[in-house]
C-alpha cells in the first residue's frame, strides 16, 4: 500500500563492512591486525565507535568498559546519525539503555529519520524498553518528521501491548499523521483485531477519514480486514454507542418538537393545558367556556351542552404519542397552517391574547424589562404590557380598557 510508512529496519545496520552476526570484523576490532591498540574514543570513517557496537551486540561488560575509558556516550554515527543509545533501543536491550542512561545518554534526541529513543523502542516491540522510557517521562505524543506518533507505529506493527501501555499512559487517539491516518488506520492497515478494539475502547474516531477520504471502514474493505474490524466494533461495544447515538437524535428531535411548540404557545398567548384541549373546550375564559359550575344559576350552559363534546376514537399509538409530545406537535402544526381566517376566529375567541408581538412581548419582557431572567413577584404576569395577578385574577381583562376586576359578585 502507498501510505505504509517507512520499514523500521531500513537501515539498521551502519553501513561499515561487518562480519557475521553483526560482529565487528577484524579490522574494527580493538587491537587491529598490525597489533596497534585502539582507544574508546576511535571512530570509523562512518563515525561509528566501538560502543555503537557493543551496544547493538547487547554485550554490557564491554559497554561498561568504554564509558569508564572515556567513550563518547552521545557519539553520532553511520548513515542515519545514530547514537549508541538509537541503536541499543531499535534492538531493544533494556539493560543496555539503562546503563547508557546512567552515563548521561540524552534520550530525547533523534537520528536523522526522526525518531527518537521511544520511537525506536516501540519498533523493537520490547514493551519493557518501552514502559521504561515512559517511566522516565519521555513525551508520549512525540512524533517522527511523518506526524507518526509511537501509538501509530504501534498499532501499525499490530502490537497490542504496546497499544494497551501507550494508551494507558494518556497517548492521545485522535492525532493524524501527514497522510491523515489515525493510530486506528493503521490498526485496520494491519488488521490487528486487539489494537483495533483497544483504540476503538479508548474513543478514536471510527469515522475519521485520511487526506484521500478514506474511513476506517473503507480500508478495512479494501485491505480485506473487515472481518476483524466488525468484530473489533461489536466487541467494543461500537454498536452500543450506536444506540446512544441514535437516541441522542430522537431527543433531539423531541426538543425541536418541545421547542416549537411552546413558540407557538407564547406566540398566540394560550396554556399547554389550553392547546391541548382547544378543540374539545375552547379558550379558557372565553364565551364558550367558563370555569364555573355547569349547575351554577350565572352560568348560561348547561351539564348536557357542557359536555356535549364528540370523543375521538383511540388508536393503539395514541398514548405513545402523548407521552412523547408528538401528538401536541402535530396538533400545533395543524393549527398554525390553518387558513388566515380561522386563525382571526381563534385570536377574536382568546381573552389572552393581544397580538403574536405584544404576547412575545409580555412572555419574555414583562413591564418592558429586557432581562429576561428577571423573576416577577409570585403569581404576576404581564397581559397587554398591563401587570395581573393570577392568584386574584378571577377573570380576563377586557381588551378595550386594558384593566381587570374581581368578578366577586358572582359567587
Not at 483485531?193 to 480500508?219: F, T, W, Y
Not at 385574577?393 to 377586557?398: K, V
Request: with cysteine; aromatic share 10%.
Amino acid at each position: 500500500m502507498s501510505n505504509t510508512p517507512e520499514d523500521p529496519d531500513l537501515e539498521l545496520q551502519p553501513t561499515a563492512t561487518r562480519g557475521l552476526a553483526g560482529k565487528p570484523t577484524a579490522s574494527e576490532s580493538a587491537v587491529n591486525a598490525t597489533g596497534t591498540s585502539s582507544t574508546a574514543t576511535d571512530v570509523d570513517a562512518d563515525g561509528i565507535t566501538a560502543l555503537h557496537w557493543a551496544a547493538i551486540n547487547n554485550r554490557i561488560t564491554i559497554c561498561k568498559y568504554l564509558l569508564d575509558n572515556g567513550a563518547e556516550v552521545d557519539a553520532k554515527g553511520g548513515s542515519l546519525q545514530a547514537t549508541p543509545l538509537h541503536w541499543a533501543a531499535r534492538r531493544g536491550w533494556v539493560y543496555i539503555v539503562h546503563l547508557l542512561v546512567q552515563y548521561g545518554a540524552d534520550i530525547h534526541g533523534t537520528d536523522l529519520q526522526g525518531f527518537n529513543t521511544l520511537l525506536l523502542s516501540v519498533h523493537s516491540s520490547n514493551i519493557l524498553l518501552v514502559v521504561y522510557l515512559l517511566h522516565l517521562e519521555v513525551p508520549v505524543d512525540t512524533a517522527d518528521p511523518n506526524g507518526r506518533t509511537a501509538l501509530h507505529w504501534a498499532a501499525y506493527q499490530g502490537d497490542a501491548l504496546t497499544v494497551d501501555s501507550l494508551l494507558n499512559w494518556g497517548a492521545d487517539v485522535k492525532l493524524k499523521d501527514t497522510t491523515g491516518f489515525t493510530a486506528l488506520h493503521w490498526a485496520v492497515v494491519r488488521g490487528n483485531k486487539p489494537c483495533m478494539k483497544r483504540l476503538i475502547e479508548e474513543g478514536s474516531d471510527v469515522n475519521a477519514v485520511s487526506n484521500e477520504g478514506k474511513s476506517c471502514q473503507a480500508m478495512a474493505q479494501e485491505m480485506n480486514t473487515i472481518a476483524n474490524w466488525n468484530s473489533a466494533l461489536k466487541e467494543a461495544g461500537h454498536s452500543y454507542g450506536v444506540i446512544i447515538a441514535g437516541w441522542s437524535c430522537l431527543q433531539m428531535i423531541w426538543v425541536v418538537f418541545l421547542a416549537f411548540v411552546q413558540l407557538v404557545q407564547v406566540s398566540r398567548a394560550i396554556t399547554t393545558n389550553e392547546a391541548s384541549n382547544l378543540h374539545r373546550y375552547g379558550f379558557m375564559g372565553a364565551d364558550d367556556f367558563s370555569s364555573l359550575p355547569p349547575d351554577h344559576a350565572s352560568n348560561p350552559n348547561n351539564a348536557d351542552t357542557a359536555h356535549a363534546h364528540s370523543h375521538a376514537r383511540k388508536r393503539w399509538w395514541t398514548p405513545i404519542f402523548k407521552l412523547l409530545g408528538i401528538d401536541q406537535f402535530i396538533s400545533t402544526a395543524q393549527d398554525t397552517m390553518a387558513s388566515r381566517q380561522t386563525r382571526q376566529q381563534w385570536r377574536a375567541t382568546n381573552p389572552a391574547d393581544q397580538g403574536y408581538y405584544r404576547n412575545c412581548v409580555d412572555f419574555w419582557f414583562p413591564q418592558g424589562d429586557a432581562n429576561i431572567f428577571k423573576a416577577l413577584p409570585e403569581g404576576t404576569a404581564a397581559m397587554g404590557d398591563v401587570t395581573v395577578n393570577y392568584y386574584t385574577l378571577w377573570d380576563f381583562p377586557s381588551k378595550k380598557n386594558q384593566d381587570y376586576e374581581l368578578v366577586e359578585n358572582i359567587v
